[in-house]
C-alpha cells in the first residue's frame, strides 16, 4: 500500500496521520488473532462435530441447535458492524470515522460467517425445521398452507440471496474505504453515501426475512411481525458491545492511543444504551401484545418459554437484558470509564446470547434449560470464525480510515 | 471543484452578502446539481446563510413580532377562526343531539373520531423529534426550525385531546377518564388502553409545554429588553428573571438536556400506546406485534410532513430563508423518505404475516382492506405514504419547495387515511356478516375534522404573532462565529498532543 502521505487524488490532501501509528505494527499481538481465531475454529467446530455427528440423534439435534445459536450470535454482531457502517455514510457522520474502520472490519466478516451455515443448510434443516419434512407437512394443514413460503429450496435461495447480498456489500464498502486511503479522493465519500441508502433497504429486508427464516420458523406454527426487529435490535446491541469492547483493547495494546479518545467511547457506550433500550421496547411490545390478546396461535411461543427454567432465563432477560444494564449505563461516568463500559459491554453480549439461546433452544428441550458441552463447544467454533475473520481484515488496511475528509471532524470532536 | 476549498473560511467565500439572503438559495436548481451543493465532503458548511451577526438573527425573529400584523395574517386568523368556529359548531350539536349526529353504525362503533384523535397525536411526534431526539443526535440544523415544530406539537396534542373528550357519549362525565378519588369507589379501568392513552397523552402534552417553554426563557428575556410598557412586563412575567448570565446558560443547558431525554422515551410511548388501542385486541387488522414501532414511524412521518406544510409558508411569510434553508427542506425530505418507506415495511409486513398465520380472518381482513368496499381509501393511503414519497429519492424534488409543499399535503392525506383504514376496515365486516355495514360520514363528522384544523391554525397564528417563532438563542450557537475559536479549523493538534510529526506532510 502507498504511504497515504505521498499526494494523489484529487482535492486537497485531507489532514492524514502518519501511518505507522495507524497501522498494526509489526510483532504486535493481535497479528496473531487469525491463527487463535483459525485454532478455536478448528476446536470448537471440529469437537462440536465429533461430538454432534458420532453421539445418536439426540446429540445431532443438538449440535444444530447449539451451531444456530453460535453463528447468529456472530453475525449478529457483523450485521450490527454493516447497519452502522451504512448508517454513518447516509448521515454523513463525522464523529465516528475513527471507529468506522474497526466497524468494517467486523463487518468484513460476514462472507466468512456464510460458511456457518452450510453445513446448517446441508445436514442441519432436517434437524431444527419441523417443516422441513414432507411428511410432517401432509400431516399439518397449516404448514401445507405455508409450504409456498416454508419450503426446504425457497428457504435455501432466500438464505443464499442474504448472504450474497450482505457479503457484496461489506466487501464493496470496504473495499471503497480501503481504497480512500491510498487516493483520498472524495468522490469516494459521496458515492458510498449515494449507495448507503439502498443498502439499508436491502439490509431491512433481508434481515426481516432471514429472522423469519432462521428463527421464528423453528415453531413453523407461530408469528409475529415484530420480529425481525427484535433480531435486528439485539444484533445491532451485541454489535455496540464488540465495538466498545475492540476500541477499549485496542487502546489497551498500543494501537489509536491518540486517535480514539473519552469522547469517542461515550458515544458508542450512548449508542449501546440506546439499543438496549430498543431492544427491550421491541421485546416489550411483543411480549405484552401477545400476553393481552392472549390468543393460543400466539401465546405458544412465550407458553413454551415459560415451562421449568426457561421462565427464570426469561426473567433475567428482562432484567439483565435491560433493567439493569439501562440504569448502570445511564450516568455519563460510567460510559466514560473504560472498566465499566467493558464490563457492560461483556455482560450485555452474554445477555444476547442468553437472548438466542432462549429464542432457539426451548424447541429441543421443552422441559427446561440443559446447556452442555456442544454450546460451549460450537460458541467457541462460531466466534473463533469472526476472530479469525476481524483479525485478517484487521492486518490487511490501516485501523481507521487515513484520507476520510472528515477524519479530522471526528479526531477532534468532543461532547458539549 | 468545490472540495478545493479549505476545510473553514468557507463560510466567508461562499455566502452572498446580506442583501441578497434567501434568494440564492432559493430558486437555485442550477446549484441542485452540483455534487457538493448542500453537503459538500471536505467541510462543513454554516446552516444559517448570509452570514448574519448575532443581532440580524436577533433581528431576524423580532421583526415578525414587534410590526403591526400584516393583512394576510389576518386574512389567515380569520379563516382558522372560522374553521375554528364551525368546530364550536359542530361540538355544540353533537353535545345538543348526541353520538348518534356522527355516521356511526353497529359495526363501525368507532371512526372519525378515533382516526382523528391518533392523526393529531401522531402530528405532534414531529416536533418532539426535533427538539428532543434530533438533539441527543447532535443535529444541529433543528435549531432553526424547533421553536415552531415544537409549537405544532402543542396545537396538535389540544387538537387531539378534544375528540377522547367529545367522543365519550357524555361529555359532562368526561372527568371520569381521570382516577380522581370519589365517594362511590369508581375508578377507571386501569387495564385499558384507552386508560394508559389518558396519562401518556397528558404527561406528554405537559412535558412538551415544559421543554417548549424552557427552550423559550432566553429568547423572551431578549424580546422584553427590546420592548416597553405593558409589554415588557408581559414578556418580563414569562421570561422568569432571565438575565444571560454564565450561571443562567449553565442550569439551562443541564435543564434542557434532561428534558430531552425524559422526552425521547415519552414521544416513542404515546404512540406505541396509542397503537396499543388497538392492538391489544384480538380483531384483525389491529391485533399485530408490529404496531408500536410502525405507529411511531408512521407519526414521525406525518409530523414531518406537517412540520415543512407550515415552514414552507412561514418562512416565506417572515422573510426567514436564510435561517430555513433548503438544506432543512432537503434533511425533512429525507426523514420522510425513510418514515415513509419505514410505515411501507410494516404495510408490506402485515400482508404477509397474515397470510402467513394461516388464519382466516387475517387473510380476509386483509384482502378485504386491499380489494373491498374500501379499496379506494387503503390505495389512497398506500400512494400518498409508499409511493409518490419515494420522489424524494430525486433530488430535484427535494431541492424544489413546490414539490415538497405538494407532497407535504399528500403524505398528511395519506396519514390520515393511515388511520381511517385501519380502523373502519377491520371494524365494517366484523365476525358476524349479517352485521356488516358500510360507514359513511355524516356532514358533522367531516365539519368536526376540518374544524379541528380550524383551532390548529388558530393556534399557530397566535404563535406567530407572539411568541419568537424561531429559537434565536439556539441558532445563534449554530453560528460560525458562536464556535469557541472561530477562525481556527478544526486541527488535528488538540487530538495529538506534541506529535507534530504526525501531522499532513510529516513534520511540519
Known amino acids: 500500500m502507498s504511504a497515504p502521505h505521498h499526494s494523489g487524488g484529487t482535492g486537497p490532501r485531507p489532514a492524514s496521520l502518519h501511518t505507522d501509528a495507524l497501522h498494526l505494527p509489526p510483532g504486535h499481538s493481535w497479528h496473531r488473532l487469525p491463527t487463535v481465531g483459525l485454532t478455536l475454529a478448528a476446536v470448537g467446530l471440529g469437537g462440536s462435530l465429533a461430538f454432534g455427528l458420532l453421539g445418536g440423534t439426540e446429540a445431532r439435534h443438538q449440535l444444530w441447535h447449539s451451531w444456530l445459536v453460535g453463528s447468529l450470535f456472530v453475525l449478529g454482531i457483523s450485521l450490527g458492524a454493516l447497519f452502522f457502517v451504512l448508517v454513518q455514510h447516509a448521515t454523513q457522520a463525522g464523529w465516528s470515522i475513527v471507529v468506522r474502520r474497526l466497524a468494517e472490519n467486523v463487518m468484513g466478516a460476514l462472507p466468512y460467517l456464510a460458511l456457518l451455515f452450510v453445513p446448517l443448510a446441508v445436514l442441519g434443516l432436517g434437524d431444527l425445521f419441523h417443516w422441513s419434512h414432507p411428511e410432517a407437512v401432509q400431516s399439518d394443514p397449516l404448514l401445507q398452507h405455508k ?78 411481525t415484530i420480529f425481525g426487529l427484535y433480531f435486528f435490535a439485539g444484533s445491532v446491541m451485541s454489535f455496540f458491545a464488540v465495538l466498545a469492547l475492540v476500541a477499549l483493547a485496542a487502546k489497551r495494546q498500543g494501537l489509536l492511543t491518540l486517535v480514539l479518545s473519552d469522547e469517542h467511547q461515550h458515544d458508542v457506550g450512548k449508542l449501546l444504551f440506546a439499543f438496549v433500550a430498543f431492544w427491550a421496547y421491541m421485546a416489550f411490545s411483543q411480549y405484552l401484545l401477545i400476553w393481552y390478546a392472549n390468543l393460543p396461535e400466539e401465546t405458544s411461543f412465550f407458553a413454551k418459554r415459560m415451562v421449568g427454567t426457561w421462565s427464570i432465563a426469561g426473567t433475567v432477560l428482562a432484567l439483565g437484558h435491560f433493567i439493569v444494564p439501562f440504569f448502570f449505563l445511564l450516568p455519563r461516568t460510567i460510559k466514560r470509564n473504560a472498566t465499566a463500559l467493558r464490563l457492560a459491554a461483556l455482560w450485555l453480549l452474554a445477555m444476547h446470547l442468553l437472548d438466542l439461546h432462549w429464542l432457539v433452544m426451548p424447541n429441543l428441550h421443552p422441559a427446561g434449560m440443559a446447556p452442555g458441552l456442544l454450546d460451549a463447544l460450537t460458541l467457541i467454533g462460531c466466534c473463533g470464525v469472526f476472530l479469525a475473520a476481524f483479525g485478517g481484515a484487521l492486518k490487511r488496511r490501516a485501523l481507521v480510515p487515513l484520507r476520510d475528509p472528515r477524519l479530522p471532524e471526528s479526531l477532534t470532536f468532543e461532547n458539549v | 471543484m468545490a472540495t478545493s476549498k479549505g476545510m473553514n473560511g468557507t463560510h466567508t467565500e461562499s455566502t452572498p452578502p446580506a442583501g441578497l439572503r434567501g434568494q440564492t438559495v432559493e430558486t437555485s436548481h442550477g446549484l441542485a446539481d452540483d455534487p457538493d451543493f ?70 363501525v362503533g368507532w371512526a372519525f373520531d378515533i382516526t382523528n384523535f391518533v392523526f393529531w397525536v401522531g402530528i405532534g411526534h414531529a416536533g418532539t423529534l426535533i427538539s428532543a431526539i434530533l438533539f441527543l443526535f447532535r443535529q444541529k440544523w433543528r435549531t432553526s426550525i424547533n421553536r415552531a415544530a415544537e409549537a405544532m406539537t402543542l396545537f396538535a396534542v389540544m387538537c387531539a385531546l378534544i375528540f377522547p373528550g367529545i367522543h365519550v357519549g357524555r361529555p359532562w362525565v368526561a372527568y371520569w377518564m381521570f382516577p380522581i378519588p370519589n365517594q362511590m369507589g369508581m375508578w377507571p379501568q386501569f387495564r385499558s388502553p384507552l386508560m394508559w392513552d389518558v396519562f401518556a397523552v397528558s404527561i406528554y402534552g405537559s412535558v412538551s409545554l415544559l421543554f417548549w417553554y424552557v427552550g423559550l426563557v432566553p429568547d423572551l428575556a431578549t424580546i422584553r429588553d427590546r420592548s416597553k ?86 418562512r416565506k411569510a417572515f422573510g426567514l430563508e436564510h435561517i430555513i434553508t433548503m438544506k432543512h427542506f432537503d434533511y425533512m425530505a429525507k426523514i420522510m423518505l425513510l418514515t415513509g418507506m419505514m410505515v411501507g415495511y410494516a404495510y408490506g409486513l402485515e400482508f404477509f404475516i397474515a397470510w402467513f398465520s394461516g388464519s382466516a380472518y387475517e387473510v380476509f381482513t386483509f384482502k378485504n382492506r386491499a380489494f373491498g368496499p374500501y379499496a379506494w381509501a387503503y390505495w389512497t393511503m398506500v400512494s400518498c405514504n409508499v409511493f409518490l414519497p419515494q420522489l424524494f429519492w430525486f433530488k430535484k424534488v427535494r431541492s424544489s419547495l413546490v414539490w415538497l409543499f405538494i407532497l407535504s399535503i399528500f403524505v398528511n392525506v395519506g396519514m390520515w387515511f393511515e388511520r381511517f383504514v385501519i380502523i373502519v376496515t377491520s371494524l365494517h365486516r366484523d365476525f358476524l356478516p349479517s352485521s356488516w355495514f358500510y360507514f359513511r360520514p355524516s356532514l358533522f363528522d367531516v365539519t368536526t375534522m376540518i374544524g379541528a384544523f380550524g383551532l390548529f391554525f388558530t393556534m399557530f397564528c397566535l404563535f406567530v404573532r407572539f411568541v419568537p417563532i424561531v429559537a434565536a438563542a439556539e441558532v445563534k450557537s449554530v453560528l460560525p462565529q458562536a464556535a469557541a475559536h472561530p477562525n481556527e479549523a478544526p486541527e488535528i493538534e488538540p487530538a495529538l498532543p506534541g506529535r507534530t510529526d504526525l501531522l499532513p506532510g510529516g513534520a511540519r
Open chain 2, 38 to 107: 448542500l453537503d459538500p465532503v471536505g467541510h462543513r458548511p454554516p446552516l444559517i446563510l448570509g452570514a448574519p451577526s448575532f443581532h440580524d438573527v436577533t433581528e431576524a425573529v423580532a421583526r415578525p413580532l414587534e410590526r403591526p400584523p400584516t393583512r394576510a395574517w389576518w386574512a389567515c386568523l380569520l379563516a382558522s377562526l372560522a374553521l375554528l368556529g364551525l368546530l364550536g359548531v359542530s361540538i355544540g350539536w353533537l353535545f345538543w343531539e348526541g353520538i348518534g349526529v356522527w355516521g356511526l353504525n353497529n359495526p
Open chain 2, 229 to 314: 410598557g405593558l409589554r415588557r412586563m408581559i414578556f418580563g412575567a414569562f421570561a422568569l428573571g432571565w438575565r444571560s448570565s454564565m450561571r443562567h446558560w449553565q442550569h439551562y443547558e443541564k435543564a434542557y438536556l434532561i428534558l430531552a431525554g425524559l422526552a425521547t422515551p415519552l414521544v416513542l410511548s404515546v404512540h406505541s400506546i396509542v397503537s396499543m388501542d388497538f392492538a391489544t385486541s384480538q380483531l384483525p387488522g389491529w391485533h399485530t406485534t408490529i404496531f408500536p414501532p410502525y405507529f411511531v414511524a408512521g407519526a414521525i412521518f406525518s409530523g414531518f410532513a406537517m412540520v415543512v406544510t407550515l415552514m414552507v409558508i412561514m
Open chain 1, 147 to 224: 409450504a409456498a413460503y416454508l419450503n426446504v429450496p425457497f428457504f435455501l435461495i432466500r438464505t443464499f440471496a442474504s448472504f450474497a447480498i450482505w457479503s457484496v456489500l461489506a466487501v464493496w464498502f470496504s473495499r471503497q474505504s480501503r481504497l480512500q486511503d491510498e487516493t483520498g479522493d472524495h468522490e469516494i465519500t459521496r458515492r458510498m453515501r449515494r449507495r448507503s441508502a439502498p443498502a439499508l433497504i436491502l439490509f431491512a429486508l433481508t434481515v426481516t426475512f432471514f429472522a423469519f427464516d432462521w428463527l421464528m420458523s423453528l415453531d413453523p406454527h407461530w408469528y409475529s
